[in-house]
């Protein structure tokens, strides 16, 4: 489906297509933003945090910022200072970003000028912006489907229907990322706008050294998803497009593109300035389109006063010198506030509800990760569940969500396309809207296409929001080896996950803290990731049979953070000095569980249930008690969790060890080898613990 705009030659047609109002305003804003670009350039040594400004695009920004209205949302990248101009931020509240002071509203000093985010209730709202080119198309598209399942379930009225925007380079177009947003908009008819603005540049490189087309033509194949070019350096005709593609958003309730070509006046970004890469005749063929230079002519062929805008200009350098000094004098943070915002709080603080209750019969874990999504979705009707191959034919690879897509319907319960990226990173728009998106990643070892979205886009939302966009999410990965699952369907990557901060993380070994862990991965307002080891699944591994438990009442919650001691030491043994401890988690559980069989009172085993939060306090209190430890994981040793928290014992219990921690994990190649054989030398195993229990027994 093709949008097109096409529109007459201006002449002296300028106020019918446009209010003098607008017009003006449009000048005004115009005129400041030069003024602060001016200012920036003349204080580099007072500006020394890297900025951009939107020198050359003013025109497409402020058109598309006067069509928005509160119920909408925008997602500005990098260059968008005009954007939040036109939607009623202050110079001052901009600089105050600029500055990186306390009071910056969007960060509180913590990010890059132009990198907003806001819950203003009468304004668009804006998640968290990253400065990771094409990334903000995911999240910002997972704002667009949360608006439409809201629409289709009536949770929430609006008194416009919302309409979702994406500002994007036109270069970053080439991010794989943005294909998968594009996608799954055109899929699903999502209400968004992708705002592509085409400077030609891509810091040095040019759009020939990088492209075989502009966007426009790159999305003609995406079906369902319209299209539109326009001459983003002209306001009057920026302003007639928008319009245009808002209204047909905000009607229709389809998506669309808008490629809007522009000019860049102003330097990449304050760091690498215009002088290091480019000519003195592209700069005078970008000068030659400079927005404000367009528009002051049109307002003075059609019959502007020129005094009225040389006091417009004027009043519009004093405004922005007073707001820079302003600026200036404001506050640095506080140190002490530099640890605010990494997590949201959680209510989930304490173990609550009845975990066996009287009567009830054991259960796999598997089903007890199917009940708990279950009764979740018949409370919350703010939850659903999407994945590759979760929907109501197969219900998962693993069949962890049989049932599941029959009883909620496919507006609740849906498969999605090979898009682990879109997956993990649309939640983050999802969450922002008030809805609890449960995701999956079939295996653990397709994760990393994702990480992107994890490290860049979810991770970073609450700290780099000052706590006004946590991303509340579960994403649920089948993980570890058993049975010659080989090198792409066994891989462990917990070490991988850990090193993410602002990210939960739990690893349950039975369904009773499965289903426990879950509830309360529900309740908790930040990012959790449910590592699900596929060989506890249907406890056929031999000596999994623990795993089994009997099914907790739907009210039971565990809370993150709580680890257990699951075999005890023999107290004498312990009076002795003769105990060793095992900290582990997940399969590691039941190797530890039939390696103390031969150590009779020896041996105490903790299982972490939680990598992130970790119960440290536990471990540390039972470290000292017994003097020597074994952290026991899956994983590849060199460089892992386990490495690293066995470093922190040592540190914090050095003075009560009779022996180094010690580590136990699989060897260091890499991937699981499928044949079994292989399979098994390279994993831990019962045996292979007993040997290592006994040597430090006997140290």
Known sequence: MFFCVYLLPMENTLHEKVSQDILLKAYNHMMLAKAMADIYEENRNICKYVHSTSRGHEAIQLATAYQLKKEDWISPYYRDESILLGIGFEPYELMLQLLAKADDPFSGGRSYYSHPSSRDENKPKIIHQSSATGMQTIP???VAQGIKYIQDFNLETFENNPVVICSLGDNSVTEGEVSEALQFAALHQLPIIFLVQDNEWGISVTKEEARTCDAYDFVAGFTGLSRMRVDGTDFVESFEAMKKAVDFVRNERKPIVVCAKTVLIGHHTSGVRREFYRDEEDLTKHRAKDPGEILRKQLLESGTDEDLLKQITKKARLEAEEAFERAQNAEDPKPETVMQHVFAPTPITEETGTREPAGGEKIVMVDAAIHAVQELMWKHPEALLYGQDVGERIGGVFRETVTLGKKFGSKRVFNTAIQEAYIIGS???MSAVGLKPI????FADYIYPGINQLITEISKSSYLSQGKFPVSNIIRVPIGAYGGGGPYHS????????NIKGIKIAYPSNAADFKGLLKAAYYDP????MLEHKGLYWSKVPGTED?????PAEDYILPFGKGKVIIEADQNEKEKGRTLLVVTYGMGVYWAKEAVKNFSGRVEVIDLRTLIPLDEELVFERVKAHGKCIVLTEEQLNNSFAEAFAHRISKNCFKYLDAPVETM???????VPINLVLEKEMLPNAEKLSKKIEEMLNY
């Not at 995701?439 to 079939?442: K, L, Y």
């Not at 891989?491 to 850990?498: D, P």
């Open 439 to 442: 995701v999956e990643v079939q």
């Open 547 to 551: 795993a089994k438990t009997i099914e």
């Open 665 to 671: 994990g699989s060897l260091d190649v890499p991937a």
């Open 140 to 142: 910002t598209t997972g």
């Open 526 to 529: 930040n990012p959790v990731i």
């Open 491 to 498: 891989g462990s990557v917990e070490s991988i996950l850990a």
């Open 427 to 429: 939640t983050a728009g």
